[in-house]
Every structure is written in structure tokens, then in C-alpha cells.
């Protein structure tokens, strides 16, 4: 098994293991014990501090996916490669800061009537932002060396566990409202700490500054990833944050907690990309490094095969069951139904086209994914001021699938037409018909009490994909490990 799907197969494990705390979180104790208000809250900070914590890095982040190949040296310390990208990062904390406090006033008049709450919190911002920064600069760096499965099992795991625990102490009234609040800031930080930690016991954390071995050319090829990485890494976040800002903005914190537990339940179809992308992008630099066009060309086909069964299988997974999810939330969430759909659908999108965005972000034709996003952010913040006020939170899910699928759409045609790379063959054919002809089987079975109902129809799609990916070749990967596994029995 190669790399990347050891690493892969690692880090589903770690974030399916988060997905069951994170459901037993989301449906049980956020439905029953707390408000959609203070759910709102809870999205709306992760949010704003997802996309503040991308900006105050100042495109570093995007420095160290793209450019560490040329400073890997263990015996150097990597040629002060973490000391380079830390001081920036550092500073733009500081600036943002500055700035926060600024229009400080600003954010609590214009939130204050429908988003009182948020308006009372709004400075847990500032250490939520810090604590992302360094666990993104961090996890990148990892990455980097190899381990994507770190920062996989603390975004993933270790912090659902973190949260599961703060709501659970709140539902036994073991803790204030207050002390939740923090709690759940404290749950959110924590996996910025504890990623220096282990980077320094496992040797890595090397600070030592190397100024000399950055040449002049080198120091404007860092500026110009860095300045591309500020609109372009950004950009993606805005896409995934954004909408539960205008959300809130347009209708209220109330409808924000709402679409908050919808998009939850549509983001696990992407779950597994996570790790997967992680991995090859690392592996994606190394071969335009060498300029290996083939190897590249491997990466992309089976990144988008084995993400698009594995989104499909989750799909139909959620979409069987959304009847019995819907009574498990409760008569508030009833709106969700769709909004969960939509997102579903739109990752889905997201997943059929693999590693296509990490691999023109990282080739020398990087400006261009740059446009590519620029354009998706723009389609997003349209559609949703256009559908939110035609359909609520629904039109806010249809804005981010709409945008998704154009999106995705430009990416892979951009691919063949440039380098001609084209991952798609009769097996996307081939999952898309086993699916839909599933669901049309799964959908004349009656509906059942809410516990036999999900075990039937999650029992049966489970059963009738593994018979359908133990006799249809539909992944490279796939059949590698399924003849390892008959192999093991024998």
C-alpha cells in the first residue's frame, strides 16, 4: 500500500471515529441541550476565525505547501525553512489584531438586535484566530514531512472528543453558560497547542534562522506564492465560512444554528478527501519539482475515482436516512432537510474532481487557480445574497452546490485542455448508475420505526456497495486492497 493510501486509510480512521463523537455532539447534545442560538454562535466564531486566521497568515501557508521541496534537509534543520515562515505569520496576528479592535464597535452595533449573543462574545474571535494560525502553519509543516495524519486526528478527532466532553458537563449541569462558552473556546484552541508539542518531541521544531540560504531569487519566488496564497487561500475559505455569515447577516443567529447542524450532516461526504488531499499535496510538489507529469497524472485519477465512491457511498448513506435524521434533530431543524442535500450534493461535486485544485495550485501555472477561485468566491457571496431571500437557508445550500459544480467544472477542463489530463472513465458511470438504482430499491421499502428504519437502510447500502465493489474493477486502490484482504482470509 502506498503512501498515500496509508496515510489516507489512517486519517478516514481518526475522522470517521470524530464523525460518530461529532453525530452523537450534533444530534443529541447541541438539539436537546443547547439553542440554535448558541449553536449559531459556536458555527459563526469557528467561521470568521477559519477565514481571519487564513488572512493574518499572509499566503505563508500556501509558502510552505509550494516551496518547501527546495528546503527539505533534515540535517540542516531544513535550511531555517519553520523560523522563515513563522516570523510573518507572527505578524500578521499582531495586524490583525490591530484591526479587529478597531471596528470592534463596528461589529457589535450591526450585530447587537438579531445576533445579541454573538454581539456579547464577539472578542473570543481574537484567540480563536491565534490558536487556528498556528495549527494551520504547523499542520502545513507536518505535511510537508510526510504526516498528514496529525493534524487529521486533532482537527478530526481530539477536538470533537474536546467538544463532546464541554457540552456534555454543560447537559449534566456541571457548568455554567459561561463556563461552556469558554469551554467551547477552549475545545476549538487546544489542537494549536497541542500540534507544538508533538512537532517539538518528535524533533522538528527547528528555529534556527538560515537568512543566507535564501537567495534573492528565492526570496521573490516566496513574496509571489505568498501574495498568490493571500487572495487564492482566502478565497477557498470564504467559500466554506462565508455562507454562514451572510446567513446570519441576512436572516439571523437563530437560522444561523439552523443551517449550522444542516451543514454539518453535508460536509461528512467530504470527510475523507481531507487526509487524502493532504498527503497528495505534498506528493503533487514533489513531482512538479521533477517535472513528472505521469506521476501526476496517477495522483489526479485515483484522487477522483476513490473520493467519488467514497462520496457517493456516504451520500446515499445520509439521503436513505434523512426522514429519521430530521426526527432525531427535531421540529426546529425541520428546515434542514435540504440544506443538507444541497451541501451534500455540492461536495460531492468537490470530490469528483479529486486533487485538481491542489495540482494547478501548486504547478507553475498556480496564477490561474488564483482566477479560478476569484471567480467561485464571487459566484458564491451572488447566489447567496440572490436565493436567500427566495428560499432561506435552502437557497443558501443551493448557492454553495451551484457554485461548487461551475467551479469544479472550470478546473478539470482547464486540466485537459493544459496538460491534458483527464481522470474520468465508464467507472464514474458505473458508481453513478449502482447509486441511483439503489436508491430507487431503497426507496419502496416502507418506512419503519425510527431506529429499525436507519439500521435497515444503512444495513443495505453498506451490504449491496461492498457486493458491488467485490465484483465491479472500479478503483486501482480498491481492488489492490481487496485482494489483500481475500489474501489475509485464504
Not at 35 to 63: D, H, Q, R, Y
Not at 189 to 216: D, H, M
Request: aromatic residues 16%; positive net charge.
Amino acid at each position: 500500500m502506498g503512501i498515500v493510501a496509508k496515510q489516507t486509510l489512517k486519517g478516514s480512521i481518526w475522522s470517521y471515529l470524530g464523525v460518530v463523537i461529532g453525530f452523537v455532539t450534533t444530534t443529541y447534545l447541541y438539539t436537546n441541550y443547547l439553542t440554535p442560538e448558541v449553536v449559531g454562535l459556536f458555527g459563526l466564531i469557528v467561521a470568521i476565525a477559519t477565514i481571519t486566521s487564513v488572512l493574518a497568515a499572509l499566503g505563508f501557508n500556501g509558502v510552505t505547501i509550494r516551496l518547501f521541496p527546495y528546503f527539505r534537509d533534515q540535517k540542516s534543520g531544513h535550511h531555517g525553512f519553520l523560523f522563515a515562515i513563522l516570523v510573518p505569520q507572527i505578524i500578521g496576528f499582531l495586524i490583525f489584531t490591530v484591526l479587529f479592535y478597531l471596528f470592534k464597535e463596528y461589529l457589535i452595533l450591526t450585530n447587537i438586535e438579531k445576533s445579541a449573543l454573538f454581539a456579547e462574545y464577539v472578542e473570543l474571535i481574537v484567540p480563536v484566530t491565534f490558536f487556528f494560525l498556528i495549527y494551520n502553519l504547523f499542520d502545513n509543516y507536518l505535511k510537508v514531512l510526510y504526516d498528514a495524519v496529525t493534524g487529521t486526528f486533532l482537527q478530526e478527532f481530539f477536538q470533537r472528543v474536546l467538544i463532546f466532553i464541554i457540552v456534555l458537563l454543560y447537559a449534566l449541569e456541571w457548568i455554567d453558560f459561561e463556563q461552556l462558552i469558554w469551554g467551547f473556546v477552549f475545545a476549538v484552541s487546544a489542537k494549536g497547542l497541542v500540534i507544538i508539542i508533538l512537532v517539538a518531541k518528535r524533533g522538528e521544531l527547528k528555529l534556527q534562522p538560515n537568512i543566507q540560504f535564501i537567495s534573492r531569487k528565492m526570496r521573490r519566488e516566496i513574496i509571489d506564492v505568498a501574495i498568490f496564497y493571500i487572495f487564492g487561500g482566502v478565497g477557498s475559505m470564504i467559500v466554506f465560512n462565508i455562507d454562514k455569515i451572510i446567513v446570519n447577516q441576512m436572516l439571523d443567529l437563530r437560522n444561523t444554528g439552523i443551517y449550522t447542524i444542516a451543514f454539518y450532516f453535508g460536509t461528512l461526504v467530504i470527510i475523507p478527501s481531507r487526509p487524502l488531499l493532504k498527503i497528495a499535496g505534498t506528493l503533487v510538489a514533489d513531482a512538479w519539482a521533477k517535472n513528472d507529469l505521469s506521476k501526476i497524472d496517477e495522483i489526479y485519477r485515483k484522487s477522483c475515482i476513490n473520493q467519488f465512491l467514497i462520496g457517493c457511498f456516504l451520500f446515499m448513506g445520509i439521503w436513505v436516512n434523512i426522514d429519521s435524521i430530521i426526527t432525531i434533530l427535531g421540529s426546529d431543524y425541520v428546515l434542514s432537510k435540504w440544506v443538507i442535500f444541497f451541501v451534500g450534493l455540492g461536495y460531492l461535486f468537490e470530490m469528483a474532481t479529486g486533487a485538481s485544485g491542489i495540482i494547478i495550485s501548486i504547478s507553475k501555472y498556480y496564477r490561474v487557480f488564483l482566477w479560478f477561485m476569484s471567480i467561485l468566491v464571487l459566484l458564491v457571496i451572488v447566489l447567496l445574497y440572490l436565493l436567500i431571500p427566495l428560499w432561506g437557508i435552502t437557497g443558501a445550500a443551493i448557492a454553495i452546490a451551484a457554485a461548487l459544480f461551475m467551479h469544479n467544472l472550470m478546473r478539470s477542463i482547464y486540466l485537459y485542455h493544459k496538460f491534458r489530463l483527464q481522470p474520468f472513465s465508464k467507472s464514474f458511470f458505473y458508481v453513478v448508475f449502482f447509486y441511483g438504482l439503489l436508491y430507487l430499491i431503497l426507496n419502496l421499502i416502507p418506512q419503519q420505526n425510527l431506529i429499525a428504519d436507519i439500521i435497515i437502510r444503512s444495513g443495505l447500502v453498506v451490504v449491496l456497495s461492498m457486493v458491488f465493489l467485490l465484483f465491479i474493477p472500479i478503483s486501482e486502490d480498491v481492488t489492490r486492497l481487496k485482494d489483500r484482504l481475500i489474501h489475509k482470509v485464504q
